[in-house]
């Protein structure tokens, strides 16, 4: 049915002008996407590889052992819920009526759906050389109505999923002032990118599915490298200052008629302050800001508006047994707000971002909930 068919659709790679990507963290969504210059978690790997030299030696290996998350759009639910009414209606002219109907309703809207997952990650940070890896899988949905040229309406769907492994490893030079990273990762991809007519989706309603996959699904896969750099200048300085630069995908993560993840280059700043809070509480703080696709190397536009992440986030509380983090940013010129909740190997996070889907920062703004649950340690 196309209910499911969208919703296991993805991505951004026409009309829709999101960046496209392979993996986004509620946790660092939640502080504007800015991590470049950060460091320190599992997240290193799909942002600056050379931060897997950040992980505390202390922490022995990092293990997530399985996270899910999925993130959607404020109106999807409902668009998907009048969707699976129509689609229910037996009558063909009834059907079609009721199907422009629905695209008028929700004329000119972006919709977005995004499953993700991590399963079997593993870091470890050591004296001069850390590394890290781990599986992870993403199914995301990009879909809107328009109007057609003539009584039909128009759903636009573009789909991206993929599958595979990521890894990397880090090296500290110069006193350890200067971290060098290397990233490798294989994936397996599925893409739909198609505008369907209100008729084509009646006339093939019975066997929809099967349409799509014999007519507009393409799949490939791709291998790329990352190489990547984090400079602390001053070691010894309590903000603990430290600059991130990252190129991501060189020569493009190309998948074929599967499409690509564009090669990008991005620069980071970060501070780190040594405090320890208020009673132990309020503690940790980090704040970020990063510019990514310096290069505006991935086409779609080139306006600077999209590439600015600035974030910051403070542990509320952090002990052996539970923790709690908040955060805050601007991605993409809009506000985000992220929190962390953690008791014992179980991790629940949340967080609220906005996509601009235009062409420019403050065009389009998709307003997106993410959420996440794992089992880590």
């Known amino acids: 049915m196309l209910s499911i068919a969208v919703v296991t659709a993805a991505s951004a790679f026409a009309a829709n002008f999101e960046y496209p990507y392979i993996y986004k963290d509620p946790a660092v969504m939640g502080m504007g996407g800015a991590y470049t210059a950060v460091g320190g978690t599992i997240n290193s790997l799909f942002y600056n590889p050379a931060g897997l030299s950040d992980v505390k030696q202390s922490a022995g290996f990092e293990v997530t052992l399985l996270k899910l998350g999925v993130a959607a759009s404020s109106k999807t639910k409902n668009f998907y819920n009048d969707l699976q009414d129509v689609l229910d209606i037996d009558n063909d002219t009834e059907q079609l009526t009721a199907l422009n109907n629905l695209i008028l309703k929700y004329l000119g ?103 799509i996959k014999d007519n507009y699904l393409e799949t490939g896969s791709g291998f790329s490298f990352d190489f990547d750099l984090e ?32 090669m990008s280059v991005n620069l980071g700043f970060a501070l780190k302050p040594e405090f320890e809070g208020f009673g132990g509480l309020f503690k940790e703080p980090v704040f970020a800001f990063d510019i990514v696709d310096i290069t505006r190397n991935n086409g779609i536009d080139d306006d600077w508006g999209k ?63 993410t959420g996440a649950l794992s089992i880590e340690w």
């Open 109 to 211: 809207e972006n919709f977005h759906f995004d499953i993700e997952m991590l399963a079997l990650g593993v870091v470890k940070g050591g004296e001069t050389s850390s590394f890290g890896f781990t599986l992870v899988g993403n199914i995301q949905a990009n879909f809107a109505t328009h109007e057609g040229t003539g009584t039909d309406g128009l759903i636009e769907v573009h789909q991206h999923s993929y599958g595979g492994v990521i890894g990397g490893y880090a090296r500290k030079f110069i006193d350890d002032k200067l971290k060098i990273g290397l990233g490798a990762k294989f994936l397996y991809a599925q893409s739909v990118d198609h505008t369907f007519t209100t008729s084509e989706i009646v006339v093939n309603s019975d066997n929809l599915d099967d349409y």
């Open 231 to 262: 400079y602390d200048p001053f070691p010894d300085n309590v903000l603990h200052p430290q600059v991130g630069f990252s190129v991501l995908n060189i020569g493009d993560l190309d998948f074929g008629d599967a499409g690509k993840v564009p």
């Open 307 to 369: 590439r600015i992440r600035l974030g910051a986030e403070v542990k509320v509380w952090d002990n052996k047994f539970a923790s709690w983090i908040v955060r805050t940013g601007l991605y993409e010129g809009y506000p985000t707000f992220g929190t962390d909740f953690r008791i014992g190997v179980v991790n629940l996070q949340f967080a609220t971002y906005a996509e601009e889907v235009g062409a420019y920062a403050g065009q389009d703004a998709d307003r997106r909930y």
